[in-house]
Nanobody
Framework: HVELVESGGGLVQPGGSLRLSCAAS????????MAWFRQAPGKEREFVAA????????YYADSVKGRFTISRDNAKNTVYLQMNTPKPADTALYYC??????????????????WGQGTQDTISS
């Protein structure tokens, strides 16, 4: 079992950049597939990006493809979300999720069952 803590959120202007981090406790981080989700006020939580346990496979929502990059460092028990050229529509509370999976491909449909508390990103000029 891991515990997840997100950081790096804040206020950024459209067209800027922001990097989110999700630090995991425990010694089995490499056993987990990881993903980022987000939830805007009044909307349901939506998938953003996923990464396989070994970082080889990634998958993105169409809305962020080409702008966001998910990566992980298993030695540091951390997964990242680099947000480039964010838009006001990207404003949301961003969560990282984890599930034990040794699949070699990133899967947005996995039943992620461990969540952090989230970090707020606000994109505004």
């Amino acid at each position: 079992h891991v515990e997840l803590v997100e950081s790096g959120g804040g206020l950024v202007q459209p067209g800027g950049s922001l990097r989110l981090s999700c630090a995991a406790s425990g010694r089995t981080f490499a056993s987990y597939a990881m993903a980022w989700f987000r939830q805007a006020p009044g909307k349901e939580r939506e998938f953003v990006a996923a990464i396989s346990w070994n970082g080889v496979s990634v998958y993105y929502a169409d809305s962020v493809k080409g702008r966001f990059t998910i990566s992980r460092d298993n030695a540091k028990n951390t997964v990242y979300l680099q947000m480039n050229t964010p838009k006001p529509a990207d404003t949301a509370l961003y969560y990282c999720g984890a599930v034990i999976s040794q699949n070699y491909y990133a899967d947005p449909a996995l039943a992620y069952d461990t969540w952090g508390q989230g970090t707020q990103d606000t994109i505004s000029s």
